[in-house]
Structure formats: C-alpha cells, structure tokens
C-alpha cells in the first residue's frame, strides 16, 4: 500500500492544512514537497523513536506528530505562505532500508 497523502487543499496566506499520512509499519516518516519548477525538497521527519527535524523554512510553522494509536503520521501546517504551494509527498522507510512514496497531494496558498 502505497503512503497517500491526505488532506491538501487551496488556503489563503496565514491559514492552515493538516495533512496525514497512513503510519502502516514504517520506521520512520519523511515529508517531501515539489513546487513547480523546483527541485523536491525535505520539509520534515518523524521516526519511531520520536526524533523529529524540519526544515529550517518551516520551523515554528509545521509540526509533524503521530496519533496515539501509531497509524497516522500528520503534518500541522500552520502561518501557510503562498512559497509552501507546493505537491506534498510521505515518504515511508521501513526495517529493512526501503522506502515508499506514496501519491502527493496539492497545497496552494494564495496571497
């Protein structure tokens, strides 16, 4: 099963998304974007031990957490600013070294 993003959408600046991202038995979770154009970039990193990174353009903006149960993976996006309009990617490594991308969804922030 692939990691679907869920939970995109359009939002004018300053608003917010919550974006999710099924747990299944990963080691950990990584939060990609691709904006038009550019490069796909790192945004941020859960794994099972609870260490958690962002991006420094992100940081105090998006927090990344999982549910109790350890299903789901979300992605608060906070403060949006029409540069994070952008394809959003989970990223899931398992055990073993491999890791699936899953479809991404859209998020465009309008000024």
């Known amino acids: 099963v692939q990691a679907q993003v869920q939970g995109g959408g359009s939002v004018q600046a300053g608003g917010s998304l919550r974006l999710s991202c099924a747990a299944s038995?990963?080691?950990?979770w990584n939060w990609y974007r691709q904006a038009p154009g550019k490069e796909r970039e790192f945004v941020s990193l859960i794994d099972k031990s609870g260490r958690i990174v962002y991006a420094e353009s992100v940081k105090g903006r998006f927090t990344v957490s999982q549910d109790n149960a350890k299903t789901t993976v979300y992605l608060q996006m906070n403060s949006l600013r029409p540069d994070d309009t952008a394809t959003y990617y989970c990223?899931?490594?398992?055990?073993?070294?491999?890791?699936?991308w899953g479809q991404g969804t859209q998020v465009t922030v309008s000024s």
């Open positions: 038995r990963a080691v950990s």
């Open positions: 990223k899931r490594t398992f055990v073993t070294g491999v890791e699936f």
